[in-house]
């Protein structure tokens, strides 16, 4: 589910959580999601963890 059918079914969150992914996050500047999100009042809530990996087999 995209963030806009999510804010067209359920309304705006107060927050959402996020992992570090570059759409989400950039260390100097606001991605485009993270300066949509500050227009609507979003907070973003970033994963202090690292993403998980893919596991298998070696």
Do not use: Q
């Amino acid at each position: 589910m995209t963030m806009w059918e999510y804010v067209k079914n359920n309304g705006i969150p107060r927050s959402i959580y996020a992992d570090r992914a570059s759409v989400y996050y950039a260390e100097v500047k606001l991605t485009d999601f993270g300066r949509a999100m500050k227009e609507l009042g979003v907070e973003i809530i970033f994963a202090k963890s690292p993403r998980k990996r893919k596991s298998g087999t070696i």
